[in-house]
């Protein structure tokens, strides 16, 4: 037996907006776990944060629907046998154990009551069938049913950013590292693929945050929520996961289409814009740190961008050189041709029909209905 992260988000820096601060709410997040377990430990982060988080109660139950939950068998998360926890600022908190067993494909959901003025910094924004959450006002962590009048759902997951079951020894994780794209569906779609499988041994876990970079991050308010740079993310994201042994690298783009020059933005200079070669060199980071944790590294190529409010030639030319790097990097398990999977035939820098969300950036749900076939043909050892 062993632990294994079934579910995690990547802790990143939440929009600096007046209404940072909030007293007296509850946090709920359903979470579906991948395969069964007889234990399970949360994972709770402020690493973005600049003061202290106090989380006054939280409670893990069995989810029975979108705001409800069975308050039989649910359980008081203790934190060194206290109800509640204050994580200092940049630090993570894991709680006690809970015995707790659950089949594979139930779905367990944290309850996080916050009493005092709280600093919503840490967190980060996901989506997909998999990733919903919702806020009451008041304590209700052992509400069976959220007050449908004093509650909303919730697309940011604040705080909490893991949950590991004690499983058997076959059991793994495949972490999905990236930016808003692998923020979006595909992450989820991968995890559905998975537990289609009744003899599943694979749990997906998220690392992703949008408008993150390689080699670069913002040192201003107006997109401080783009996050951190790789070289602040990459190792302690991917060392936080228990029982991985994969890990998917799908990033770079917004290090191509990002800068602009100070005369359009004056936080985007041109200088931020890197040669193939550097943002190749900043991937290759991530591989040595990777293999030398005993992951299989596969790499995703980068997505079409023509018709991008920022696209040129020159950025797809940098896009099809770190393509065609990907392919052919010899030290890893391989390469996820995303690029070929999405694009159009007809013009390669393109989505194909019916695979562009709409901005020209961002995937459809059925193009990323189409990554996360081809991510689960890889990790499965279909190819």
Wanted: glycine share 8%; proline share 5%; aromatic share 10%.
């Amino acid at each position: 037996m062993k632990w294994v992260t079934v579910w995690g988000n990547a802790p990143s820096i939440t929009e600096h907006k007046p209404e940072t601060y909030a007293k007296d709410i509850t946090l709920r997040y359903p979470i579906t776990c991948a395969f069964g377990g007889e234990k399970v430990r949360l994972h709770f982060s402020n690493f973005c944060g600049t003061e202290p988080v106090t989380l006054s109660r939280v409670t893990l139950a069995r989810a029975m629907g979108d705001r409800e939950v069975s308050l039989h068998n649910a359980r008081l998360v203790t934190f060194g046998g206290e109800e509640s926890v204050t994580i200092p600022a940049g630090q993570e908190v894991f709680s006690d154990e809970i015995i707790f067993r659950i089949k594979p494909k139930g779905v367990l959901a944290v309850s996080i009551y916050l009493r005092d003025f709280t600093l919503m910094r840490t967190g980060v924004v996901t989506e997909g069938p998999l990733s919903k959450g919702f806020f009451s006002l008041g304590d209700c962590t052992f509400s069976q049913v959220l007050p449908l009048e004093k509650t909303r759902s919730l697309s940011t997951f604040y705080f909490l950013c893991g949950m590991d079951l004690y499983a058997d020894d076959d059991k793994r994780a495949v972490i999905l590292y990236g930016d808003s794209i692998t923020a979006q569906s595909w992450a989820d779609y991968l995890a559905l693929e998975c537990m289609n499988d009744p003899y599943n041994t694979t749990a997906v876990v998220r690392r992703a945050a949008s408008g993150t970079r390689v080699l670069r991050e913002y040192k201003c308010i107006t997109y401080e929520s783009y996050g951190l740079s790789g070289e602040h993310r990459f190792a302690r994201e991917i060392s936080s996961v228990s029982g991985a042994d994969t890990v998917i690298i799908q990033q770079g783009i917004n290090d191509i289409i990002h800068p602009v020059g100070t005369d359009v933005n004056p936080f985007r200079p041109m200088s931020d814009l890197p040669t193939a070669g550097e943002l190749e060199r900043g991937v290759e980071k991530y591989i040595d740190f990777a293999k030398g944790r005993g992951l299989d590294v596969y790499v995703g190529t980068l997505l079409p961008i023509k018709g991008w409010r920022t696209y040129a030639p020159f950025r797809e030319e940098l896009r099809a050189s770190f393509n065609e790097w990907a392919r052919s990097v010899g030290n890893i398990k391989g390469c996820i041709d995303f690029d070929d999977a999405v694009r159009s035939p007809r013009d390669p820098s393109a989505f194909a029909e019916g695979y562009d969300s709409g901005d020209h950036l961002h995937p459809s749900d059925k193009a990323y209905r189409a990554m996360a076939k081809l991510a689960f043909e890889y990790i499965s050892g279909q190819r």
